[in-house]
Every structure is written in structure tokens, then in C-alpha cells.
DNA sequence: ACTGTCAAAGTGCTCC
DNA sequence: GGAGCACTTTGACAGT
């Protein structure tokens, strides 16, 4: 941030002021006002940590969450889920291959329909290989999440709902870094203005204009104001 | 047990 | 009509 400066336009600067008019004049603009997500702390202290390794700390092994059913990848592609909660009075083991699972997963389904919403946990592999793919290129053609759904074990509406998710959470993220700039920014001309208001003090307390030679002035006598503690020559 | 955070998924809108 | 986005809901999970 120390690249910040009042009188030029750093690359900093530049860059910040091009993804700040994208966020104004481009995407969001299509919406009306972008009500901020309370994540969003504006001049405020800089929030959540970096989101990014999330899924990759997370045990391959971990509960794949399907509705109210956990589910356990065990080897051979055989699930384990517990439906009706983690093991409560009313829980019961169900066994199911992946596939079964991912059939279950299905794609769109309101809550309406019955049904409680799915949750699914991706595994540490899938969130890499999605995290990857995501680096390549943030926006996958139709092939491209054909192929890429089929090498994770997803759906098509799952893949597309991840890269959309990851979309926003980069956007927001970015909304923070331009908010904190623009923060520090604001600190910054704050202090200048603050200093050239004490300046402009000074010269209007200085004592009466002092009687010079000013040499650009064909030699002619003219009134020079004095600063205190050091003539303006 | 409670709370906050994160992320998957649902919903409705706009744009092309 | 499909795709992407903003916003929202909801479940998992970690920290207290």
C-alpha cells in the first residue's frame, strides 16, 4: 500500500480505480444498487481471512451431507449414510454405492417438494480439482463442465453451481481489497488536506508582505509574502 | 448449547 | 430460453 501517493497514479492506483469502475460500471451495474453483504465492511476492519484452502484441509473421508442423510465415502465407492441425523434416536444406516449417492444428488429440487435441502461436502480432491480448473478459465463452456463434472464426479448443476459460487466469492473478495484501498486512500488525502489547511494558516498569520527584487519581474519592485521562519524567494 | 462463518444450493432477475 | 449474477436460505462445522 505504501505505493499509494497523492500527486501521481501508481500501477496500485490504476488498478484499483479499473476493477472499482468494473464493479460500478460494469456486472453490477446491470442490478440496482448492490445492497453490500454485511461481510463487507466498508472503512471498517479487514475481515475474514483468505477462503480459498477451505475445502482443501477438508478430510476426503469427510460427511457428504445429502438432505438429512450423511454420507460416508467409504472404499469401493460405497457410501455410508446415517438418515435423519448424525447417529440421533431416529437415525438409521443406509448403505448405497457412489452412485446411488450421486443419482440421489440429483439436480435442481426445491425445498417445497418435500424434501429437505441436499448438502454436499465436496472432498478435498474435488475442491483441487475444481480449484485448477477454476484458475485455467473462471467461466466453463458447455463442454467444458461436461468434462470437468465427469472427471470430479459431479453433476453438470454442481460444477456449474461451484464456479458460480467461486465467481462471487472472488468478487467479494476483491470488494474488500478495493474498499480497504479506498480506505486508506481517504486516510491519506484526509492528512494532506489536514496540511495544507495548517499551511494555509500559516500564511495568513505571516507578517505584512516584505519588499523584494524579484528578478523574473524585469528587476521591478514587488511585494513577496514572508513565511515564517524562511523568506519565499 | 450457542454462535458465527463458510459454502452448497435455491430463487428471481437481467442480458444476449 | 439459457447463462450468469445478486441475493437468500440452509446445513456443516469450528470455536466458545
Do not use: Y
Not at 501517493?5 to 448492490?34: C, D, K, N, W
Not at 459431479?154 to 456449474?160: K, P
Not at 476483491?174 to 480506505?183: F, G, M, P, S, Y
Amino acid at each position: 500500500m505504501s505505493s499509494l501517493t497523492t500527486a501521481g497514479s501508481s500501477m496500485e492506483e490504476q488498478v484499483f480505480h479499473t476493477r472499482l469502475s468494473l464493479e460500478i460500471g460494469g456486472e453490477t451495474s446491470r442490478r440496482s444498487p448492490p445492497p453490500q453483504k454485511t461481510t463487507v465492511r466498508l472503512f471498517g476492519e479487514l475481515i475474514s481471512p483468505p477462503q480459498d484452502q477451505h475445502h482443501g484441509d477438508r478430510d476426503p473421508r469427510a460427511p457428504v451431507m445429502v438432505g438429512r442423510k450423511h454420507k460416508r465415502v467409504e472404499s469401493g465407492g460405497v457410501v455410508t449414510a446415517v438418515v435423519n441425523g448424525g447417529g440421533g434416536r431416529n437415525s438409521k444406516k443406509v448403505r448405497m454405492t457412489l452412485q446411488q449417492a450421486e443419482d440421489d444428488d440429483g439436480d435442481r429440487r426445491s425445498p417445497s417438494d418435500g424434501g429437505s435441502r441436499k448438502k454436499l461436502r465436496l472432498t478435498s480432491a474435488q475442491a483441487t480439482m475444481l480449484e485448477d480448473s477454476f484458475r485455467a478459465h473462471n467461466i466453463l463452456s458447455h463442454g467444458q463442465k461436461q468434462e470437468l463434472a465427469r472427471r470430479v464426479g459431479l453433476s453438470a448443476r454442481q460444477v456449474e453451481v461451484w464456479f458460480q459460487n467461486r465467481r462471487a466469492r472472488t468478487k467479494l473478495k476483491q470488494t474488500e481489497v478495493d474498499c480497504e484501498l479506498l480506505r486508506r486512500w481517504c486516510d491519506r488525502l484526509t492528512d494532506e488536506n489536514a496540511r495544507l489547511r495548517r499551511d494555509l494558516a500559516e500564511l495568513r498569520a505571516a507578517p505584512p508582505a516584505l519588499s523584494v527584487v524579484c528578478p523574473s519581474c524585469c528587476g521591478k519592485k514587488t511585494t513577496m509574502p514572508v513565511v515564517a521562519g524562511n523568506n519565499v524567494a
